[in-house]
């Protein structure tokens, strides 16, 4: 059976990046099998540090839990863009990005990068055409 998650905007990150994961998660779940309760938290700020590297986003098996970006500000100054767009959808490939780990993780396979960019796109593409 396929679940919602759960949203947490942190009070800092951005509503409207917030709003588009939202809206996402729910597209997403019905292009995957979501089987456990996921918790996405669009946290305040644009990039996390992991084991010493800079991430936009993450998911953690153990809390089930992923991390996308909500700072739309320093979003946008990375992407060097004007407009609230690229900064939205930066975080909505985060969040499909972590998705297909969360995929790895749910079917028992090893979390690693090899595979994810393919599988990002395709989630990106079947979610977004709903
Ligand atoms: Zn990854």
Redesign the pocket.
């Known amino acids: 059976m396929t679940q919602a998650a759960k949203i947490l905007r942190h009070s800092r990150a951005s509503p409207a990046i917030a709003r588009a994961i939202d809206d996402f998660v729910r597209r997403l779940a019905r292009v995957t099998e979501i089987k456990h309760s996921l918790t996405v938290i669009v946290y305040p700020r644009a990039t996390l540090t992991i084991n010493g590297d800079a991430a936009f986003g993450a998911f953690e098996a153990g809390l089930q839990t992923i991390w996308v970006p909500g700072d739309m500000r320093k979003l946008k100054s990375i992407l060097k863009t004007r407009s609230d767009c690229p900064a939205i959808e930066m975080a909505v490939e985060t969040l499909c ?1 972590e998705i297909a ?1 969360y995929e790895q993780w749910r079917d028992g396979r090893k979390l690693q ?1 090899r595979g ?1 960019a393919v599988r990002t796109r395709t989630l990106y593409r079947l979610a977004r055409k709903l």
Request: no cysteine; proline share 0%.
């Open positions: 990005h780990h990068e994810v």
